[in-house]
């Protein structure tokens, strides 16, 4: 072993779903399957590249003010960053550096514990209920912060707000951060609850609901205060986080607001549509209210599923890990996508 070895910061790092570049039908990263709404195409073909000479502005205000003009708050509530991985991150780095572990599920999103490792921060993972859901007691003890996915993910079950709300209050002396990449697919945000506790922050994205994950984009809402902290983490870390063409055109994405309802409505109808096709083929699905089904079937090994749906072009996403070794997540595509992994089903279980 070198003697430098010993001074390299080493991790385990997070590991992304699969992205194929060829044509596949691609339900294994929850991408939308529509396109970004027209006024993002117009802007991109309409843009001055003569800028592109400049630095972003680093604040990305023009973002920062249609976002909060979006969701009733002011600009200085709104810190944006590259997808909600960015940001998330930052929130991890800025708001979590107490001796005492923080909390998460066991199941969810797998990078927080990379995070977790990366920036040294002690953390305890609370199990989820039978039916996946949080065990909210769980989280009243004493904690160094908290973070959790509603919907979680790959689950894709909702908690409703009230539990969300019980969690924040409880937890006043520490950060509580509600990651709400797929709320939009669900119900009511906790971005109402931010004028009420100012430990909360709210994280989304453009990469789901939005159909832009591609652009990168996250975002978090909160108070002034909390947002500061954020923008004094980035601002030591890399000024000019977010690039001029993502700045344009997530901009004309908020702006269309009718685009996104719409997208929204689709890919609900499909995925309610969905998993009454899949229970008809004997799957167990859970109640997901997100845009993604996570689902096993008892007569079918999942691995082996998995391996069969990726010969066949179709991927979607399986980790084989503790608690949910059966279970595969499947993103809700277009009627037609879906229609194919059906039909693929049909063929394998000779129905
Ligand atoms: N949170 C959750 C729960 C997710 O599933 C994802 C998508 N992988 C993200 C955050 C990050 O999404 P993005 O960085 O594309 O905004």
Not at 292 to 311: S, T, V
Request: proline residues 5%; hydrophobic residues 40%.
């Amino acid at each position: 072993m070198k003697a430098y070895e010993k001074n390299i910061r080493k991790v385990e790092p997070y590991v992304p779903g699969e992205q194929p570049q060829r044509k596949v039908i691609k339900l294994n990263t929850n991408e939308n399957p529509y396109p970004p709404a027209p006024g993002v195409t117009k802007a991109l073909q309409e843009m001055n590249t003569d800028r592109l000479r400049l630095y972003p502005d680093p604040t990305a205000s023009s973002l920062v003010e249609e976002l909060a003009k979006f969701y009733h708050v002011n600009p200085d509530q709104v810190f944006v960053g590259v997808g909600s991985d960015d940001v998330l991150s930052m929130c991890f780095l800025t708001f979590f550096n107490s001796e005492k572990p923080v909390f998460f599920p066991d199941i969810t999103y797998s990078f927080y514990k990379v995070w977790a490792d990366l920036y040294r921060i002690p953390y305890e993972c609370q199990k989820l209920d039978e039916k996946f859901h949080l065990v909210k007691e769980d989280y009243f003890k004493e904690n160094g912060g908290v973070i959790f996915p509603n919907p979680n993910a790959p689950t894709g079950i909702y908690e409703d707000l009230d539990v969300v709300e019980e969690i924040v209050a409880k937890n006043q002396d520490v950060i509580v951060i509600i990651d709400e990449a797929y709320v939009d697919f669900a119900g009511r945000s906790a971005i109402e609850l931010i004028d009420k506790y100012d430990n909360l922050i709210v994280v989304q994205t453009f990469s789901k609901a939005r159909s832009m994950a591609g652009m990168r984009i996250g975002y978090a809402i909160s108070n002034p205060i909390l947002i500061q902290y954020l923008n004094d983490a980035k601002y030591s870390f890399n000024s000019y986080t977010m690039n001029q063409t993502s700045l344009i055109c997530g901009v004309e994405a908020v702006k269309d607001k009718a685009y996104f309802e719409e997208g929204l409505r689709k890919i609900i109808e499909t995925r309610e549509w969905a998993k009454t096709e899949l229970k008809n083929l004997g799957f167990q699905c859970l109640d997901s209210k997100s845009n993604f089904i996570f689902a096993m079937h008892p007569d079918y090994d999942a691995k082996e599923l998995f391996e069969a749906l990726k010969k066949n072009d179709i991927y979607v996403r399986f980790w084989g890990s503790e608690r949910i070794e059966q279970y595969m997540r499947i993103t809700v595509g277009t009627r037609e996508e879906m229609e194919t992994l059906f039909a693929f089903f049909r063929k394998y279980m000779n129905k």
